[in-house]
């Protein structure tokens, strides 16, 4: 319907590809995307398929924007960084600007085994984008996509380079035919190794190219390939998966989704980079932040933002690596800053926040 808000030629050179069509269009716009962090990856997925018209986009992200975010995701400014928004929340306030004629649904918590079923049922995703810089995460959306058969567009970066697959469950390997399962020890990531805002852009656009294929009704087109670059040394390589399908796989031959279900699933504290860990106990739900500012009042300067409680403590513990600073959300987590020690974590948490 035309109006002036939104003029019906909006997705015309979209729809022009004959490869899209006004069909293919017609799908898109009544389609549902849920994008599972909204880093660099997840911004320039998220900006492409609100642009495309995408009618329904669920952005998950359970971190707050900051500045060394902002040289490569491009949905965020230094006001949201000097308010230390949450980056579902900031990406969502700026997505409505660029396209007010979709939902888009911010959700600001961690996808874990206790909230990735519900998640899906609640918003029923044609496509899964897995936009995220952990491999805990990454498995268990592999998990989710072959266990519920949604399609899963995957995306990784690191540095200059990066790649992307999709998998279709049923008809291509899964990330774990290919990639078999985390590293034992901690691997590189954008905070350690660095990253160029291309890179990521690269592979987000090859992400979000799969999953427009997809909601556009076209999974025939789908790639079967895993698409390697290096844009710093302009190489591409791109490997052909029809024979990778792991006879094997415990996810996709076995059906053993051990990072849904299974022991790979404890994530009461994780890694989460830039010498962070997350502690999220079992069975805490949510947290009234008001009562929790008063309670961490007394051990350093804290404040309330809108969705979080955020501050440093007074007492810097001798084997931090610098002075902790504390992010508690309302779905019960806290990123404690300043250590890479679990159970240094565990302890500052249980000391100052409870279990
Ligand atoms: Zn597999």
Not at 6 to 11: F, I
Not at 221 to 241: K, Y
Not at 248 to 257: A, V
Request: glycine content about 8%; some cysteine; hydrophobic content about 40%.
């Amino acid at each position: 319907m035309y109006s002036e808000d939104h003029p019906a030629d909006r997705y015309h050179r979209q729809a022009l590809v004959p490869d899209i069509g006004p069909d293919g269009q017609r799908n898109i716009s009544s389609s549902c995307a849920m994008i599972v962090g909204v880093g660099a990856l997840g911004c320039a997925a998220a900006d492409h398929l609100a642009r495309a018209g995408v009618g329904r986009l669920i952005l998950i992200d359970r971190d707050v924007v900051e500045w060394t975010n902002l040289h490569r995701q491009c949905l965020f400014d230094e006001q949201d960084a000097r308010e230390h928004a949450p980056k579902a929340l900031a990406a969502a306030r700026r997505l409505s600007r660029v396209n007010s004629a979709i939902s888009i649904t911010p959700e600001v918590t961690d996808l874990t085994p206790r909230n990735a079923r519900s998640m899906v049922d609640r918003h029923r995703p044609a496509v899964l984008l897995d936009s995220t810089d952990n491999f805990q995460t990454r498995f268990l959306m592999n998990d989710l996509a072959v266990r519920l058969k949604i399609p899963l567009a995957y995306a990784g970066v690191l540095a200059t380079f990066g790649m992307a697959m999709t998998v279709m469950a049923g008809s291509t390997p899964c990330l774990r035919c290919v990639f078999d399962g985390p590293p034992t020890t901690p691997g590189e990531t954008c905070d350690t190794a660095g990253v160029i805002g291309p890179a990521a852009g690269f592979a987000a656009s090859m992400q979000a190219a799969e999953a427009i294929k997809i909601l556009a009704g076209r999974a025939d087109a789908v790639s079967n390939r895993l698409v390697r670059f290096d844009l710093w040394r302009s190489t591409h390589t791109s490997i052909d998966l029809s024979d990778s399908r792991r006879a094997d796989c415990p996810c996709c031959s076995e059906g053993r989704y051990e990072f849904l279900d299974g022991e790979a699933a404890d994530t009461a504290a994780t890694l989460c980079g830039r010498g962070a860990v997350q502690i999220w106990p079992g069975g805490v739900a949510s947290v009234d932040l008001g009562s929790m500012l008063n309670r961490l009042s007394p051990h350093g300067s804290f404040s309330l933002t809108p969705v979080t409680l955020r501050g440093t403590l007074r007492e810097t513990p001798a084997d931090a690596d610098g002075p902790i600073e504390l992010t508690v959300f309302g779905d019960g987590r806290t990123i404690v800053r300043g250590t890479t020690r679990v159970d240094l974590a565990r302890s500052i948490h249980a000391r100052y926040i409870g279990s």
